[in-house]
């Protein structure tokens, strides 16, 4: 079993940046492939970024060149570096698994981009 929290939203002005958190509990965090997510209001929740266990990362076109995954698996955590971030970020995020484990779902932080 896994519990995830997401941490490091906030309000930030377009241009901005901000890093996130997600910390993980369980021994078996570091052969983990990790996701993060975003969901913005009536919209459908979306793959922003994936890293393996061992490091390869994938990511959303959208985000490709602003936004950096990465992963310290002695501190169970997986980070999001967002920059240059723009209004059509504004989002809950949320971490995962990879495959994705409904259960793990938790309550995601807030990124709101505006000036």
């Known amino acids: 079993q896994v519990q995830l929290v997401e941490s490091g939203g906030g309000l930030v002005q377009p241009g901005g940046f901000l890093r996130l958190s997600c910390a993980a509990s369980?021994?078996?965090?570091?052969?983990?492939?990790m996701d993060w997510y975003r969901q913005a209001p009536v919209q459908q929740r979306e793959l922003v970024a994936r890293?393996?266990?061992?490091?390869?990362?994938l990511y959303a076109d959208s985000v490709k060149g602003r936004f950096t995954i990465s992963r310290d698996n002695a501190e169970n955590t997986v980070y999001l570096q967002m920059n240059n971030l723009k209004p059509e970020d504004t989002a809950v995020y949320y971490c995962?698994?990879?495959?994705?484990?409904?259960?793990?779902w938790g309550q995601g932080t807030q990124v709101t981009v505006s000036s």
């Open positions: 995962n698994t990879f495959p994705t484990v409904p259960n793990y």
């Open positions: 890293i393996r266990s061992v490091g390869g990362t």
């Open positions: 369980g021994s078996i965090f570091g052969i983990l492939a």
